[in-house]
T-cell receptor, first 115, second 108 residues
Framework: EPEVTQTPSHQVTQMGQEVILRCVPISNHLYFYWYRQILGQKVEFLVSFYNNEISEKSEIFDDQFSVERPDGSNFTLKIRSTKLEDSAMYFC?????????????FGSGTRLTVV | RKEVEQDPGPFNVPEGATVAFNCTYSNSASQSFFWYRQDCRKEPKLLMSVYSSGNEDGRFTAQLNRASQYISLLIRDSKLSDSATYLCLEGSQGNLIFGKGTKLSVKP
């Protein structure tokens, strides 16, 4: 069964550093997403990406965050100047069509710990 | 502001029991609904879509009530492996909104 692959599975970084979280969506999917889940809290939408541009973003996704699809397979989330409160599980997801029709397939996540 | 509300539980049930969860949503324009399950420290996994007429997949039945703006999930003959957090999702064009999830614990 096709998978969404995320690397690394766990990233520890010092406050103020920049991190890049990587995702390889399912190959024939067209829509890509980043979500995060702070421990014990709900899964929160960050951003959606289609046709090489951001289609929607939440209020969480401020100037500290950026996304990129640098080649035909990778989809990255960059977090600049990390803060302690950025510690969370970050999930990448992809969908063949608009999510409201197909739902998402999630990757296994990257656990980000900011110290 | 779109909101999705779920009873956080936990629901503690014995093996073989039938259990039901509800999820209310605030956006009357929502078109799509899903149930996901999430195991501890794992990613959410799609359990089933929710269709207007209701749908069943083995021991799982999903229902949509548009008038009262809620969806439900019924699990029959609970198994130990059903223990997880069940997330409801609703969406119209664009991204989907998660509920906080309902925790189910099935005991022997």
């Amino acid at each position: 069964e096709p998978e969404v692959t995320q690397t690394p599975s766990h990233q520890v970084t010092q406050m103020g550093q920049e991190v890049i979280l990587r995702c390889v969506p399912i190959s024939n999917h067209l829509y890509f997403y980043w979500y995060r889940q702070i421990l014990g809290q709900k899964v929160e939408f960050l951003v959606s990406f289609y046709n090489n541009e951001i289609s929607e973003k939440s209020e969480i996704f401020d100037d500290q965050f950026s996304v990129e699809r640098p080649d035909g397979s990778n989809f990255t989330l960059k977090i600049r100047s990390t803060k302690l409160e950025d510690s969370a599980m970050y999930f990448c997801a992809s969908s063949p069509g608009t999510s409201s029709t197909y739902g998402y397939t999630f990757g296994s996540g990257t656990r980000l710990t900011v110290v | 502001r779109k909101e999705v509300e779920q009873d956080p539980g936990p629901f503690n049930v014995p093996e073989g029991a039938t259990v039901a969860f509800n999820c209310t949503y605030s956006n009357s324009a929502s078109q799509s609904f899903f149930w996901y399950r999430q195991d501890c420290r794992k990613e959410p996994k799609l359990l089933m879509s929710v269709y207007s007429s209701g749908n069943e997949d083995g021991r799982f039945t999903a229902q949509l009530n548009r008038a009262s703006q809620y969806i439900s999930l019924l699990i029959r003959d609970s198994k130990l492996s059903d223990s997880a957090t069940y997330l409801c999702l609703e969406g119209s064009q664009g991204n989907l909104i998660f509920g906080k999830g309902t925790k189910l614990s099935v005991k022997p």
